[in-house]
């Protein structure tokens, strides 16, 4: 019974990854030589043999015609990437019975997504792409880049809490604590970005949220004029010299 | 559409959704939303998948031409926000919401199936409970239009028999409002009822899930008809009006003597709190009854053993009360109790899994005693003996060991002189057992806390009487139980018969006084009879003497009877 369920549980540790259906990396590409700007961000399966980084970037190159110097760096980074999430894997992740707040804000060309949401990083079933799929979908968004965004930031912050248990269990370890002190530290160092469930999800609650709660969890969307566009990309090049 | 209450409101569902109720969790559902029901997590309960699920349903339902999507529902929940898109997808699947909505056009309206199903709700303030009615055919003013290949697919079919059984319970509920099943029945329709038929007959069938129920099954207290299994039982699969507490374990035959490990390890512990308190064993236990639980108990292979650590736990305590008396035994058995208390922690932090960490529970100390070398053997039927001996009180465990060490002499010369060496010594410790007891309990229960403190206590006690062969010993311990069991039985089969004659001169009080109440009314009857007689002879007297009365005065008034009656025929003549 227990063998086939896809829900790991509270007690046993799994081996390192991300949280999701399928163990895909989230890979994010800012790359500017001479002026050129190249910026991007994909999924990645870990498992592909490496070859394969040389030969996208190649064609990515050659599909975006970007200067060739481009090549070697964005395979350089997709590869530094790529190693660091393996450093993390084979480690132990006591993800407990966890649920965390995602908070979605993000601009996709001219859409502004605004959204938060529970994940259970217990579920190993989910699926970001789907999710993603079914928002644009519901809510009558037609860029087709807007989708894979909303998908990929999901994973990154996934991604992020995923690394962040694996090294508060290793510090831990370091602190040579037994199990038992092991597990109550995590406890007390998550408790700050994992939800109550106890609060939320014990008999005495209801998982309905009250009426006038809605709005607050409702997701927003905005399509920006052209105007707007320019000026929050301005705003960003001035925030980032 | 036609209203059969003005409180109700038809919806329209997908035939092959039919097994929905507000009020019930299926088959179905368990099946396809497996995670609600594993207990996997404190976040996917039974419940929580119920209040998703109805409050979709509801939301859909509050305008249900228009499509409801996830994002719109979701920020109504919390939760993880994978499950509620697969609780979503599985109600939009199953025609549950978005089902005859325009703006979706593969499931497109009322020529979709060729025979659609009405669902209404009664909808009680906020709460979304109703009854599921199904309504025959088509609603009025829709053409039933064949087109197959519109129909919505319909994805893994439900097992039939519990969907048949299901549909029928429908049918019996709509049959008060004049609808029947419709015509178009499928197959398994049609031999529903048949089938339901049978199963009644074969056995038990659940009301909640339809399944026959192979094992337990909990009735209703409150009507005796409602039963359901105990797997809808333990998820809580009841109607929400019901309480847990109103149901009612019923064994059928074939489960008594299957025992799960869960149940096994209940039982112990209830057995270590109650003691031998079978009534609230059993109501601990909950899905055995007392009977089982006491034979199950006498086949594990410790099963006196914790019930002898229970007494002794009582015992002991008693003992402690009386340490006042003396002032020696006290100070033994307070020290011990301290010993105990610091030793536990640390022996816990050892060893975790062996221990529970619970104070209370004994279980897996006994288990090392259990399998002591057999050498121990003897001590421990020496323990046996003195707790045995302490229901009796000193005189009768001392003539009972006296008995049984001059059966022993009888039988074997050479033990004679054994004894007659150690007699007083030996007699001596079985003759006060009140100290001895307390002794040996602190004994029995530092062995319980600490193997190590055990032995070296076991050493004392065999260095102490080590004359004695432990063959023998053991057979006197034995033969001196057995005396000792013997005479707390006659003892109890004493009480019992002066308690039988008690109750049978109690019975027969109670007849006598019963007769004698019968003979009193019938007396009270009898004058009644009397009474009444009297009155009726006086009464015909009087009249008598009034007819007499009568009759003189006509005889004075001097009509005589012959010329009345000429005068009549005289009128009659004169008519012809």
Not at chain 1, 167 to 183: C, P, Q, V
Not at chain 2, 22 to 44: A, M, Y
């Amino acid at each position: 019974m227990k063998s086939h369920s896809p829900w790991s549980t509270a007690r046993n540790p799994v081996k390192f990854r991300i949280p999701t259906a399928d163990n895909l990396v989230p890979i994010r590409l800012d790359i500017e030589i001479d002026g050129q700007r190249f910026k991007d961000a994909f999924i990645w399966n870990p498992s592909d043999p490496d070859s394969e980084v040389v030969v996208f970037a190649k064609r990515t190159v050659k599909d975006l015609k970007l200067p060739p110097a481009f090549v070697t760096q964005i395979a350089q980074s997709i590869q530094t990437q790529l190693s660091e999430f393996r450093s993390y894997e084979g480690q132990d992740m006591y993800t407990g019975e966890k649920v965390v707040p995602i908070k979605l804000d993000l601009r996709v060309n001219s859409t502004l997504v605004k959204d938060h949401f529970l994940w259970d990083l217990n579920n190993f079933e989910s699926d970001p792409e789907e999710f993603a799929k079914t928002f644009c979908k519901d809510t009558g968004i037609e860029d087709p880049e807007v989708g894979p965004a909303i998908a990929i930031a999901i994973r990154e912050q996934l991604y992020e809490i995923a690394v962040q248990n694996v090294t508060s269990a290793r510090e831990s370890r370091i602190n040579k604590k037994g199990r038992r002190g092991l597990e109550h530290s995590q406890a007390s160092k998550n408790s700050g970005n994992a939800v109550d469930l106890f609060k939320l999800f014990g008999s005495k609650s209801s998982v309905v949220r009250k009426r006038k709660e809605w709005d607050v969890y409702e997701p927003m969307i905005d399509l920006l004029s052209n105007e707007e566009v320019d000026a929050l990309e301005a705003r960003e090049e001035r925030n980032i010299r | 559409m036609e209203r059969t209450t003005p409180d109700l409101e038809l919806y329209t569902i997908p035939s092959y959704s039919s097994w929905f109720s507000w009020i019930n969790i299926h088959e179905v559902e368990r099946f396809s939303l497996r995670e609600f029901f594993d207990g996997s997590s404190i976040t996917r309960t039974p419940r929580i998948y119920k209040e998703y699920r109805d409050f979709i349903i509801s939301k859909y339902r509050e305008e249900p031409s228009r499509k409801l999507t996830f994002t719109e529902v979701r920020k109504s929940l919390v939760g993880d926000i994978s499950v509620l898109l697969k609780v979503f997808t599985f109600l939009e699947k199953w025609g549950l919401i978005n089902f005859n909505v325009s703006g979706n056009d593969e499931r497109n309206g009322y020529e979709g199936g060729a025979r659609t199903a009405s669902c209404g709700s009664e909808e009680e303030e906020d709460h979304w409970k109703g009854r599921v009615k199904v309504e025959e055919g088509a609603p009025h003013g829709v053409r039933v239009v064949a087109a197959p290949n519109s129909m919505k697919p319909i994805v893994p079919p439900p097992p039939p028999p519990s969907l048949v059984v299901d549909g029928g319970g429908i049918v019996g509920e709509v049959g008060e409002s004049g609808f029947k099943w419709p015509p178009l029945a499928s197959y398994s329709d049609v031999y529903g009822e048949l089938m339901l038929e049978e199963r009644k007959k074969s056995g038990v069938v659940c009301g909640s899930c339809k399944e026959t129920c192979d094992s337990a099954h909990y009735e209703y207290t409150k009507a005796a008809s409602f039963i359901i299994c105990e797997k809808c039982f333990k998820s809580g699969n009841y109607e929400e009006d019901k309480s847990a507490d109103d149901f009612k374990l019923k064994d059928t035959q074939n489960q008594a003597a299957v025992w799960t490990e869960a149940e096994t390890l209940l039982l112990l512990e209830s057995v270590l709190k109650h003691g031998d308190d079978w009534d609230l064993v059993t109501k601990n236990v909950q899905t055995k009854s007392k009977l089982e639980c006491i034979s199950k108990l006498i086949q594990l292979p410790l099963g006196d053993l914790m019930l002898g650590a229970g007494y002794r736990k009582s015992k002991f305590l008693d003992v402690i009360g009386d340490v006042s008396d003396s002032k020696q035994a006290g100070v033994t058995s307070n020290e011990s109790q301290e010993s105990v208390k610091a030793e536990e922690p640390s022996s816990e932090r050892q060893n975790e899994d062996q221990q529970n960490g619970d104070a209370e529970c004994e279980g897996p100390p006994l288990k090392r005693v259990c399998t002591e070398p057999p050498s121990n053997a003897g001590t421990f039927l020496m323990k046996q003996v003195t707790r045995i001996s302490t229901m009796l009180g000193p005189h009768v465990t001392a003539s009972a060991a006296d008995a049984a060490v001059t059966s022993l002499c009888y039988e074997n010369q050479c033990s004679k002189e054994l004894f007659d060496d150690d007699d007083g010594n030996y007699v001596d410790s079985n003759a006060s057992p009140e100290v001895s007891n307390r002794e040996r309990d602190t004994d029995a229960d530092n062995a319980v806390e600490d193997t190590s403190l055990n032995q070296s206590e076991m050493k004392e006690i065999s260095s102490l009487k080590n004359i004695i062969p432990l063959n023998l010993r053991t057979r006197a311990a034995t033969a001196t139980a057995l005396g000792v069991a013997a005479a707390n039985s006659k003892m109890l089969a004493d009480q019992e018969e002066r308690e039988i004659g008690l109750l049978v001169a109690t019975m027969i009080e109670s007849q006598l006084k019963k007769l004698q109440r019968k003979v009193k009314y019938f007396e009270d009857l009898e004058q009644i009879m009397e009474n009444e007689n009297a009155q009726l002879e006086e009464l015909e007297e009087s009249l008598i003497t009034e007819r007499l009365d009568v009759l003189q005065r006509v005889f004075d008034a001097g009509i005589s009877r012959s010329k009345e009656h000429s005068l009549t025929k005289h009128q009659t003549d004169s008519v012809q």
